[in-house]
């Protein structure tokens, strides 16, 4: 990550921060501060800490036993759904513990700690409702503990939302196809193979069974680096061409084959005629579409950017798979739930406006309206907003163009290692 992040800009201006169990914070940034590195990260035995002397007083934070228990012992989550919640709660106690310590002894002017169970139970978890309240139970718990313990103000907020599974899946691949953008080893006769061998292998074989044959198949070694049955876009579609016109990149993405001028006709003919289609329930398939321009400036990764990020409609989940249709009806029960793009953002303490009515504001804006609240000024090069709305303090926004001054740390080998097969335990992989 070369932008300096929140902790990195507070300590240019000598303010100290404690951050623990904040995901990708491993290696640790040697900061003006406490970091404790969250998921993913290696055990209890490497430098998880800064600064290292903390080490010794929070044993046992990673609790690698747990955690190992719940991703790899108990899969799927629904056949133990109990025992998942105790140990996702015992977790949650465990590293809050160590946090709460830190508050005690660390003087800092930023605090931050991450609850991930709320997400890793909701999607493992949706049909347990009674499970879910559990473990949101003990969450208020702890952030009533930060209440009662800090005089300052305190932020509650979620990256996104969740909501009912979705009634359709709209099989984009399939979609494009059909519309001949995209191509497939063997043509026709060998996409019909490809259709029925997967629409076969969903309805009959379990997805974590599926990723792990996919997993094999992806045979990425020097003799092959590209093999022709097994492309690298979303999932590793089996049978997409890398050639193709245009193909699935992530759910919600699409890689376009082609540069400038072709480029923008190819990718707005596309949106074009994705905003027309409608799942047999007659509701818009795709809410909205755009161009990877319209919603990023440029930046060092611009040109890894996917060409078109769409999001679904109501009641629709974009699946990459090649299949006998374009939709297919879900099944609520294998689905599960679906991301919803709306989260949450609460406030409490003596600089926030307690009167002020609910607002529209975006993720981008919480580190922001953080280093305005703190008296820092907000990097130049940061997108969001400082949200005066909520806030009791009128005065004006102070910008200042930020340099990263942090040592920057590389991985082992092994870590990354490690990191890969966390992600790919939690589905990202």
């Known amino acids: 990550m070369d932008a300096p992040r929140i902790w990195t800009m507070l300590g240019q201006h000598d303010i100290r921060s404690s951050v623990v169990n904040v995901r990708t914070t491993y290696p640790p940034d040697r900061t003006n501060g406490v970091v404790v590195a969250g998921d993913p990260a290696p055990g209890e035995d490497s430098d998880y ?45 465990r590293r809050f ?18 609850i991930g169970g709320t997400d890793f139970l909701q999607h493992r978890l949706w049909g347990h409702p009674e499970q ?11 952030i009533g503990r930060v209440l009662e313990t800090t005089e300052g103000d305190t932020f509650v907020l979620s990256d996104h939302g969740f909501s009912a599974p979705s009634e359709w899946s709209f099989h984009l691949n399939q979609w494009l196809y059909d519309e001949g953008y995209l191509e497939l080893y063997g043509g026709r006769i060998g996409g019909e193979v490809i259709r029925t061998g997967q629409t076969l292998a969903r309805r009959h074989v379990p997805t974590k069974y599926l990723h792990r044959v996919l997993s094999l198949l992806n045979d990425e070694s020097e ?4 093999p022709p049955w097994f492309d690298r876009s979303y999932l590793n579609t089996p049978g997409v061409k890398p050639d193709s016109i245009a193909r699935v990149g992530s759910p919600s993405t699409i890689h376009i084959n082609a540069s400038g001028e072709k480029r923008r006709r190819v990718a707005n003919e596309i949106i074009s005629n994705l905003k027309s289609v409608q799942t047999p329930s007659g509701t818009p398939a795709v809410k909205n579409a ?36 374009t939709f297919s009806k879900k099944n609520a029960q294998r689905t599960g739930h679906i991301h919803s793009r709306e989260g949450v953002w609460m406030g ?3 600089n926030i406006d307690a009167q ?48 990263q001054s942090t040592r920057k740390s590389v991985m082992t080998e092994e870590d990354q290692e490690a990191r890969r097969e966390w992600l790919s335990d939690m589905g990202y992989l």
């Open 49 to 93: 800490v800064h600064p290292p002397s903390l080490h010794k007083r929070i044993e046992g934070f990673r609790a690698e036993e747990l955690d190992h228990r719940r991703h790899k012992e108990l899969v799927p989550a629904t056949d133990n759904p109990k025992e998942v919640t105790d140990i996702s709660i015992e977790i949650l106690n």
């Open 97 to 114: 513990e160590s946090f709460m310590e830190i508050l005690s002894t660390e003087e800092s002017g930023f605090n931050m700690f991450w």
């Open 132 to 142: 879910l309240r559990r473990f949101y139970k003990a969450a208020d718990k702890s």
């Open 223 to 226: 003799e092959n680096p590209d």
């Open 290 to 325: 755009w161009l990877a321009e319209d919603l990023y400036n440029g930046g060092r990764y611009s040109e890894d950017l996917p060409d078109i990020f769409l999001q679904a409609g109501e009641s629709v989940g974009v699946d990459p798979q090649i299949t006998s249709s």
């Open 348 to 350: 409490n303490g003596p």
């Open 356 to 403: 002020s009515e609910p607002f529209n504001a975006s993720i981008i804006d919480v580190a922001p309206t953080i280093l305005h609240m703190i008296g820092v000024p907000v990097g130049e090069h940061m997108h969001g907003t400082v949200q005066q709305e909520m806030l009791a303090d009128e005065s004006s926004v102070q910008t200042e163009d930020y340099q």
